[in-house]
Antibody, heavy 119, light 111 residues
Framework: EVQLVESGGGLVKPGGSLRLSCAAS????????MSWVRQAPGKGLQWVGR??????????DYAAPVKGRFTISRDDSKNTLYLQMNSLQTEDTAVYYC??????????WGQGTLVAVSS | QSALTQPPSASGSPGQSVTISCTGT?????????VSWYQHHPGKAPKLMIY???KRPSGVPDRFSGSKSGNTASLTVSGLQAEDEANYYC???????????FGGGTKLTVL
C-alpha cells in the first residue's frame, strides 16, 4: 500500500524559510515521479512543482508563483521527497500535499501538512 | 496557464445521477487524453477517481465515470450516495513544458 507522510509544516513569519519532508513507502520510490500540490484556505488545488525520477532525467518543474523561491529535491536512498521554501509570503499559506505522479497526474496523495505564513 | 472551468456547485438526491463539467482549451483538455478527477473531503487527502479521461483506479466504484468531448471533460456520478458529498476537482496535462492545470472545484451536495 502506498503511504506518503508529510512533515515539517508550521507557523513562519513572512520572509522566513521552512523545509517540508515526505516519507514514502509501499512502492519503488526511485522510479516514481513525485510532486507537491497545495491548497490555500478556501481555494482550490494548485501545483507547486514536480520532480521526475533520475532514470527519466530528474528534471524539476515549478509553478510560476514559487519559481526561484522553492526547491524540490529527493533522496532515493531514504525514500524521501523534500520541499525547501524560502522567502515565504502570506499567500503561501496552504496545506501542502506530497503526491506520486502517474499518467501525467498526481496519483496517490499524503494527508498534507499545514504551512501558515503570518507575522 | 488558466484554471479549468468547473461549476461551483452541483446537487442530486440519493440514487440519482449527476454530471460535473470541466472546460478547458485545445492546449489542455482538448489536446490530450490526460484528464483526471479528484474527490476531496475537507480535512482528508484528495483521492484520484478518474485518470486518462475515463479510467478508474483500483477500488473506485464503477458509479464514477469520465468522458470528454472537445475541450470539455465530464465526471458522472451514478446512484448517488451520501458519502459522495465532497468537493470534486478536474485536472489536465497541458504539454511537456507545463505542470498541468486544475479546475476551481465543484461542491457536490447529496440532498
Amino acid at each position: 500500500e502506498v503511504q506518503l507522510v508529510e512533515s515539517g509544516g508550521g507557523l513562519v513569519k513572512p520572509g522566513g524559510s521552512l523545509r517540508l519532508s515526505c516519507a514514502a513507502s509501499g512502492f519503488t520510490f526511485s522510479y516514481t515521479w513525485m510532486s507537491w500540490v497545495r491548497q490555500a484556505p478556501g481555494k482550490g488545488l494548485q501545483w507547486v512543482g514536480r520532480i521526475k525520477s533520475k532514470a527519466d532525467g530528474g528534471t524539476i518543474d515549478y509553478a510560476a508563483p514559487v519559481k526561484g523561491r522553492f526547491t524540490i529535491s529527493r533522496d532515493d536512498s531514504k525514500n524521501t521527497l523534500y520541499l525547501q521554501m524560502n522567502s515565504l509570503q502570506t499567500e503561501d499559506t496552504a496545506v501542502y500535499y506530497c503526491t506520486t505522479v502517474g499518467s501525467m497526474t498526481p496519483y496517490s496523495w499524503g494527508q498534507g501538512t499545514l504551512v501558515a505564513v503570518s507575522s | 496557464q488558466s484554471a479549468l472551468t468547473q461549476p461551483p456547485s452541483a446537487s442530486g438526491s440519493p440514487g440519482q445521477s449527476v454530471t460535473i463539467s470541466c472546460t478547458g482549451t485545445s492546449s489542455d483538455v482538448g489536446g490530450y487524453n490526460y484528464v483526471s478527477w479528484y474527490q476531496h473531503h475537507p480535512g482528508k487527502a484528495p483521492k484520484l477517481m478518474i485518470y486518462e479521461v475515463s479510467k478508474r483506479p483500483s477500488g473506485v466504484p464503477d458509479r464514477f465515470s469520465g468522458s470528454k468531448s472537445g475541450n470539455t471533460a465530464s465526471l458522472t456520478v451514478s446512484g448517488l450516495q451520501a458519502e459522495d458529498e465532497a468537493n470534486y476537482y478536474c485536472s489536465s496535462y497541458a504539454g511537456s513544458n507545463n505542470l498541468g492545470v486544475f479546475g476551481g472545484g465543484t461542491k457536490l451536495t447529496v440532498l
